[in-house]
């Protein structure tokens, strides 16, 4: 192993050896129980199978076959959602046919960011990870399961199913991607013209035909944003089927795939033979290698605080000191938009998943000896799924790049790090993300131009307040407290426009940034928020601010005491201000959710147990 990565996987395991402890206690308890259902009153296990067809009622009568839960995240109005319409049938066909039994559990929430991006809906997404564990939780709290499998792809919809599931750590699961849609218009195309719209030198008309032309058709966005990322952390942490990840919907390839998870659904039960229940299978070891695949993909920041949030539905404590040390240690392998001009398809046809983690095993970044949902070892997921006939077959994958421009091996890589800095100073803590920012735009000391609302900053934009001076723009009470921490990523156009004038310019905010920005410098998440007292609330106009990722630092050019004795200025949105699309709904989770620095959960983690409280061992 890179001695980094043991490291950090070694110290992950100390820090966490009373939770996961306490975890594994209390998922084992369970599965020494048996399924639930067996234990189940006879109106209770009538009300499960009344609207049961055959064989599905004398099945679930009888007790004598497993039975799998289905949890979906389908919608006919997002494109990576309505994929799954029809998938639920054709897993309980191949499920019964494999000697199980299958019931649609429930489904959950998804939201589109893209959609609410800039918009008061989007106040509401990351506090809908939360909502999605909850609801599969609902789902899966009838016990009448004995597996489960979790069908989501996009931003905050995969992480929130894994917490649901990993709370049901006792029942094997199988998460199930839909795939991306094939290519479209290039990403850099389509950013050159909302950054064309952005300074009025194309109309409405103009940017929405690029917008449609790349958004087209049914699967997730073909950038390498968070649903992409959510789906190359699933397959390493050994969740999804081998090579499942990115097959394109709608394809006899995507099917196969699907019929084989049910039929591995049934097979991973105690009664198929390979019991391997998701809570086992998430461990200390997967979190790493999750954390790893992510930095040598320069995936998604925002699971800067779903990866926190899914170690700690396991029972283990992952820190952002961790993800910076490995970021320092993991080379970057892969140039997929925003970090290079491919898409994920273009990633898949150089080689994709199974040579990724092939060149990751090879070099001694991931843990091979890891349960999967197909059996132990990671290196499964170095074999390339093949259809012959309607059916698909693993064989041995790419050994090499076919593509260096997008894909290299660990020994040549892009760069020798992740690109992902923690920063931290009189400002506080802050998560940046390099990898697709050019060196000489990184470090970035410049007056503040101070914001408590992304409307404000374009209205500045917009009337050229903005034009011909270096600036570091400080949005803040944007964090989860504030107004549940939306993605800023609708500033990006305007500030890579300022940027390329050869303005020097950077953003400081306690929000978050879209999986797809890039290009300027961020410095997001920052916690403490100012809406929480956080020093981003006593920044000034015209304060010198420095953003440096290179040595880690977040600071400002004004004395500590005359800063200490400044009062907080601004506010987040207070009372009336909050009605509308849904926010007023949310307000108990704005009151206690945690730091971006624990996840931003509104989930608290189980505490270790002591002589005086000690685990139950019922459930």
Known sequence: ????????????????????????????????????????????LAHGFAASDEPTKTGLRSGRKPNVAIVSSYNDMLSAHQPFRDVPEVLKKSIIKAGGLAQFAGGVPAMCDGITQG????????????LIAMSTAVALSHDMFDAAMMLGVCDKIVPGLLIGALSFGHLPTVFVPAGPMTSGLPNGEKARVRQLYAEGKVGREELLEAESASYHSKGTCTF?????????????????????TFANPGTPLRAALDRAAGERAVAITAAG??????????????????????????????????LVAMAAAAGITLTWDDL???????????????????DINHFVAAGGTPFLIHTLLKHGYLHDDVLTVSGRGLWRHTNEARLYGDKVVW?????????????????????????????????????????????????????????DDQADFLAAFAAGRLDGRDLVAVIRYQGPAANGMPELHKLMPALGVLQDRGQRVAIVTDGRMSGASGKVTAAIHVTPEAALGGPLGRVLDGDVIRVDPE???????????EFDRRPTTGRAPQGAEWAGTGRELFAGFRAIVGTAETGASVIRPLPAPTEEAPVAQHV
């Open 224 to 244: 390498y944003g968070t649903a992409n990322s959510n789906q190359m952390l699933m397959e390493v942490m050994g969740l999804h089927l081998p090579d499942a």
């Open 395 to 451: 064989e041995e994958g790419p050994k090499s790049s076919l593509d260096t421009s997008v894909l290299r091996p660990a020994d040549d890589p892009f760069a020798p790090d992740g690109g992902l800095r923690m920063l931290s100073g009189r400002l506080g803590r802050a998560v940046v993300k390099t990898s697709a920012v050019r060196p000489e735009h990184r470090a970035v000391t410049a007056p503040a131009v101070v914001f």
């Open 273 to 306: 033979g390979e019991p391997t229940p998701v809570g086992h299978l998430v461990d200390e070891r997967a979190i790493v290698n999750a954390c790893v695949a992510l930095l040598a993909t320069g995936g998604s920041t925002n699971h800067t605080m779903h």
């Open 119 to 130: 918009r008061a809906g989007m106040e509401l997404s990351l506090f809908s990870r939360d």
């Open 324 to 342: 910076s040390d490995l970021s320092a240690a993991v080379p970057l392998l892969t140039r997929i938009y925003p970090n290079g001009s491919a």
């Open 551 to 561: 040595t880690g630092l977040l600071d400002l050019d004004v004395p500590e005491a």
């Open 1 to 44: 192993m890179n001695p980094t990565v043991a490291e950090v996987t070694a110290r992950i395991t100390r820090r966490s050896a009373a939770t996961r402890t306490a975890y594994l206690a209390r998922i084992d308890a369970a599965t020494d129980q048996g399924p639930a259902r067996g234990k189940l009153a006879c109106a209770n």
